[in-house]
């Protein structure tokens, strides 16, 4: 019986996660410069070091908690009732960041935290369930691809709304931009609840499950206690409290992980090591990626010539796409040579010289101009975005191609190839490096839109595939577990790329910063490489596909 290639669920659950990462990506695009910005500027005077730590710390635990959504839904809420939840904890932190007070940020920080716990793992395991159904199981990669294509749209326009809100009105209607989109993708999950009855079914507890009574006290609670333990010991091992909290918080996680596959059936063992397998090689992937929130935003904020085409500038003005920089000498704020505020008792140290964008500007204005325009730095986060969205056909059309060819590339394999080809976009950025002197004048923005070009091929034979593969490999009762544990491995990356870029100060050659990067992703490249034929195996004897 010939049916539609996809389920009729996929618009809902495309427009839903569109509007989620609408929210999300519009607070990681301006995440940084606010925890930044001068207290009398609306934010919160931190150094770089500072907002690169609660950042990293932040992304981090927004990918850890899906470990606990996914199996609450897996045992007791289903999918449906953990997305709707997730959602409406989302949707007041994000509102809740508008108010600007360290205290409410924090608690709004923890409210997008347990909302994406219970959002993220649920929607992604409900599409894939539904496409567990014989007519359309063929279609599964594709259907993630076009499913991450949304993440991806969302993500591209949210910076042009936050732009726009940003210099219009202020940082608190960028926020609430963000609890807008959020609760735009709740009232679009819910229009679609009909389509997805087959998908919201709770798997039966087996003999092997360990119950939930003894997660809580063997998992959580150890957590709780390590991540407590870690923070408040005199000193820190791994650069601040925050980030010793975090790590060894994820130690009992990690072990309830392993813990899966010792106790696992023969029947499941192979599957579920495969899965850990490329969950570890994975966290080097995010550890790069994620630092288009941090290292890529200095570089963008800094060191990248942000004037406008001449051809363009009038638009984005209008827009209010761009922010003013005075060229004339007077009282400014002092910077050291790696672009940190100089501060003394907390307080903003002023010298008598240049707005701090003009410092390693090659082509200065000329003397009648009392103030030049340049784009919000928080336009560069729509680089990747863009391309994900321009990309995606060519990428899933190329797939195609070569399976209508039988030469289907098999989800691992793309995976490796995802891996090698993020570890050459660094490189792109050591050759910017090269090419402005190490930051003594500015770049070019085609820099920008070249390394995220080349991660972005990378990203879409990685990170869909790596959804299609929790979906493809784990055994039906662990489906939504084990895709919290896909973003487990994303909360690890996520806090290691905080950690490497706090270290940006550490390398005065920029160009060895990058090139680390690239180190990284060629070591996951080759302990991939050297698995490769026995992930596929493993896939070949246990996909559902």
């Known amino acids: 019986m010939k049916s539609n290639k996809h389920p009729k669920a996929l618009p809902y659950l495309f427009f839903a996660e569109m509007w989620e990462r609408f929210g999300y990506y519009l607070i990681i695009g301006i995440f940084v410069q606010y925890l930044m910005e001068k207290t ?43 997305v709707v939840l997730g959602a409406i904890l989302m949707g007041v932190g994000y509102c809740g ?7 409410v940020f924090y608690i709004s920080l923890a409210l997008i935290i347990l909302g994406n716990g ?24 594709s259907g993630y691809n076009i499913f991450y294509m949304g993440i991806n749209i969302g993500a591209l326009i949210c910076n042009f709304i936050a732009a726009y809100l940003r210099n219009k009105y202020g940082w608190g209607y960028a926020f609430l931009g963000a609890g807008f989109g959020m609760f735009l993708g709740l009232i679009v999950f819910l229009i679609g609840l009909k389509h997805y009855k087959t998908g919201d079914v709770i798997k039966p507890v087996t003999p092997e499950d360990t119950p939930l009574s003894v997660i809580f006290k063997t998992i959580f609670l150890p957590a709780i206690l390590f991540g407590a333990g870690a923070w408040f010991i005199p000193g820190n091992i791994f650069g601040s409290d925050s980030s010793d909290a975090f790590i060894f918080s994820t130690l009992p996680v990690i072990y309830f992980y392993y813990s899966l596959y010792a106790k696992a059936s023969v029947t499941d063992k192979k599957p579920i090591a495969a899965l850990l397998v490329v969950m570890l090689v994975s966290v080097m992937f995010w ?88 784009i919000n730095t928080e336009m560069y986060q729509s680089i990747n975005p863009f391309w994900v969205v321009s990309l995606t056909p060519l990428v899933v059309g190329f797939f195609v191609w070569l399976k209508r060819r039988g030469k289907e590339v098999s989800t691992p394999s793309k995976i490796a190839w995802g891996l090698f080809i993020s570890a050459l976009s660094p490189l792109v950025m050591v050759a910017a490096v090269v090419y402005c002197h190490n930051g003594l004048e500015k770049a070019s923005s085609w820099w920008l839109v070249g390394t995220y070009g080349v991660v972005t091929i990378g990203e879409l034979c990685l990170s869909p595939m790596g ?41 005065e050659n920029k160009q060895w910063f990058f090139m680390t990067n690239t180190l990284l992703l060629l070591a996951a ?13 493993i896939f070949k004897e246990h996909s559902s596909s």
């Open 97 to 103: 960041l508008s108010i600007h007070n360290l205290v």
């Open 40 to 82: 009398g500027g609306g934010g919160f005077s931190m150094s770089k070091k500072e907002a690169y730590d609660i950042y990293g710390t932040f992304i981090a635990f927004v990918f850890l908690t899906p470990f606990v959504g996914g199996l609450i839904a897996d045992r007791k809420l289903g999918y449906v009732k953990s």
């Open 287 to 374: 550890a790069v990626f994620k630092q288009n929130g941090t290292a890529l935003t200095t570089w963008a904020k800094y060191y990248t010539d942000r004037s406008a085409p001449a051809f363009a500038e009038n638009t984005l003005d209008d827009l209010k796409l761009m922010e003013k920089v005075p060229t004339v000498a007077g009282l400014y704020d002092k910077y050291d040579d790696n672009f940190n505020l100089v501060k003394q008792s907390d307080t903003v140290v002023k010298e008598q010289g240049y707005d701090i964008y003009m410092r390693n500007l090659q082509n200065k204005p000329s003397a009648e101009e009392a103030e030049i325009k340049v």
């Open 525 to 537: 490249t080759i302990i991939i490489l050297l698995l490769l034929k026995w992930l596929n195996q």
């Open 118 to 141: 219970f959002f993220k793992p649920n929607i992604s395991t409900l599409l894939g369930n539904l496409y567990n159904d014989d007519q359309y199981r063929s279609a599964k990669d």
């Open 467 to 507: 959804l299609s593969l929790v979906s493809k490999l784990s055994p039906p009762r662990l489906t939504a577990l084990m895709m919290g544990g896909w973003f487990l491995s994303t909360s690890i990356g996520n806090k290691l790329s905080g950690i490497l870029a706090s270290m940006w100060d550490v390398y």
